[in-house]
């Protein structure tokens, strides 16, 4: 049986209908997998879904990181000690850059809402890859873009300590083509806030190219803004989109519960 789906925007994101056991039961699962390669990104409204099910879920989809947690996803330090890095999430990235497989998706459902912000954005990277122009994508595939964690902190964190700044200089630089081919034969661009340079570019050149290729894969045609409700679940893709958080109030009480599934195919 075909899901109930409707699509959220032209290029990326659907909505589909249905009950949290038929999800358990995975009967859907390779339908759902199909459909969030296709568009990037799957809601589904007010499901209400308790941790573990969540996680039951999860697991219908393929591999889950961290076995049996779901990560909470908040600013309220009680809850967050890390509270301060969750500020990264309000700039584009890709989860997982620093790692040599990505992660392949994200599952996070909504426990409570901020009273404004907190919508979550996503970027269709294969769109915004295959609407460049015919000689821009020759003038790009090919380049290498060095990522490193500190260059993403920089935007939460301008000045750092020298102690902090040392903390993250632990994580490995990487290099990743910007041009990511997949294995289905299907490119998509990848950057992000982790984006350093375009290596052996001059650095006034790269962070232009970056800049704008930034700004054109978040261009609206590319882009869906979950306007959350309480209860919702939000799957995305992870290597074929980028996503941001809208800045909330730090004291909004905003709590994600978040899960996620093993990276099945490296950058390169
Ligand atoms: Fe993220």
Known sequence: MGLLRSDLAPRIASEIQIDARSLLDGAHAGEIRELLEQ?????VRELHLTDAEQIAFTRTLGKIVDEDKVLKITM?????PKAEYIKGA?????????????????????RQLSAVGGQTEFANTYAAYDDLPEAEKWAIEGLKVVHMFEVAQRYVRPEPAYAELQ??????PKTLPLVWKHRSGRKSLVLGSTASHVEGMRLQESWALLTRLREWATRPQFV????????????W?????MHRAIPYPLDSGRMMHRTQL????PFV
């Open 39 to 43: 568009r990037g990104v799957i809601a």
């Open 76 to 80: 309220d330090p009680q809850e967050n």
């Open 90 to 110: 309000f700039y584009w990235h890709i989860d997982g850059t620093m790692l040599d497989v990505p992660i392949f998706a994200s599952i996070m459902s909504s």
């Open 167 to 172: 903390e993250w200089q632990r994580f490995t």
């Open 224 to 235: 869906y803004r979950h306007e959350w409700k309480l209860g919702d679940m939000v799957i």
């Open 237 to 241: 893709d992870n290597t074929g989109t």
């Open 262 to 265: 093993a990276g099945e195919e």
